[in-house]
């Protein structure tokens, strides 16, 4: 299957202000499930741009817009990406990592620190997470299934919380997700994460697409609830699954259809546009985003 993505992020001032560089974090990740066809990045105004890898291994395009000044910042990115079927349950976990708990061994133990809580490192903002899933799943203590058991939390997580979309900046505290019981996708991820690190697992957070394809059924609503923005899950490593996807907004594993952009440990580092304005005077701005994913023929793959 051949997806066309059509993101457009505009910033309109009330003003002309100049820009430092800025870095995207939209360019899909690549393997196995999926490949990138085409990917194109115009801007308003007129960028030099280059790619990095960064140290997770994120492709990230670098914008640097020199001295110019302007009342629009603009970024329309058209992207063509083959996705492969995948069913998300084919796998064969190690038999020492079939229930819950478990403990990680050798080189994965050492690899995924980055990813998992230290013994006293729960933050305050995080503290009411355990109490939250001691009543949420029905067999919080131990799990013959794993995959169930982290399931269980998922759409726990979906039932609890309700969906808001926020454009803003940052992501809520756990804490805040619970109080309030509502969130955007990616505070619900964190949520996620915050549960499964403070049960001893490895956990990453993962921004991208979620191809939502439309219904044949008349009347039958769309099964994404963050539909038409950019979407947040999660993944936990499991040995001999490896990172599998976890999106506690709609209660799903992750499958083709979620197109990641970017993975981290923290999710503060590969916020999808990152950049600063400056001005001499006080200076309001507007955003406007609109996501378009439809499913297209090779043949119809035009260069951009």
């Known amino acids: 299957m051949i997806l066309r993505i059509e993101h457009l992020t505009r910033h309109t001032y009330s003003g002309p202000v100049s820009f430092s560089g800025h870095s995207l974090y939209l360019h899909p990740v690549e393997g196995h499930q999926r490949r990138v066809h085409s990917f194109?990045?115009?801007t308003i105004?007129?960028?030099q741009q280059s790619f990095i890898s960064d140290v997770e291994g994120n492709s990230v395009v670098k914008c640097n817009f020199g001295l110019t000044e302007s009342d629009i910042l603009e970024f329309k990115t058209v992207?063509?990406?083959?996705?492969?079927?995948d069913n998300p349950y084919d796998f064969l976990l190690e038999p020492y990592a079939i229930e819950y708990p478990f403990d990680y061994r050798g080189d994965d133990l050492r690899s995924l620190t980055p990813y998992r809580l230290g013994e006293d490192q729960v933050?305050?903002?995080e503290s009411q997470v355990l109490s939250w899933f001691q009543q949420a799943v029905p067999s919080p203590a131990k799990h013959p299934d794993i995959v169930q058991f982290l399931t269980d939390i998922n759409q726990a997580i979906g039932r609890d919380i309700s969906y808001v979309r926020r454009?803003?900046?940052g992501i809520q505290s756990p804490n805040l997700t619970l109080a309030?019981?509502?969130?955007?996708?990616?505070?619900?991820?964190?949520?996620?994460?915050?549960?499964v690190r403070q049960l001893g697992l490895a956990a990453r957070f993962v921004s991208g697409y979620l191809f939502d394809p439309p219904s044949s059924e008349e009347g039958n609503?769309?099964?994404?609830?963050?539909?038409?923005?950019?979407?947040?899950w999660a993944e936990v490593y499991l040995p001999g699954a490896g990172w599998k996807g976890f999106d506690p907004t709609n209660g799903?594993?992750?499958?083709?259809?979620?197109?990641?952009?970017?993975?981290?440990?923290?999710?503060?580092?590969?916020?999808?546009?990152?950049g600063h304005y400056f001005s001499k005077h006080s200076t309001e701005a507007v955003l406007d985003i609109q996501l378009h994913i439809e499913e297209v023929n090779i043949a119809d793959i035009k260069p951009v």
């Not at 992207?79 to 079927?85: G, Y």
């Not at 609503?221 to 947040?232: I, K, L, Q």
């Not at 499958?255 to 999808?272: E, Q, Y």
């Open 180 to 195: 309030s019981r509502s969130g955007s996708c990616r505070d619900m991820a964190m949520l996620f994460i915050s549960a």
């Open 45 to 47: 105004p007129p960028a």
């Open 79 to 85: 992207i063509h990406v083959e996705i492969n079927d």
């Open 123 to 125: 933050d305050e903002n």
């Open 221 to 232: 609503h769309s099964f994404n609830r963050a539909v038409g923005s950019m979407h947040a």
């Open 167 to 169: 454009d803003e900046e």
């Open 40 to 42: 194109s990045i115009a």
């Open 252 to 274: 799903i594993l992750a499958n083709s259809f979620f197109i990641p952009t970017a993975v981290s440990h923290n999710p503060d580092v590969i916020a999808p546009i990152q």
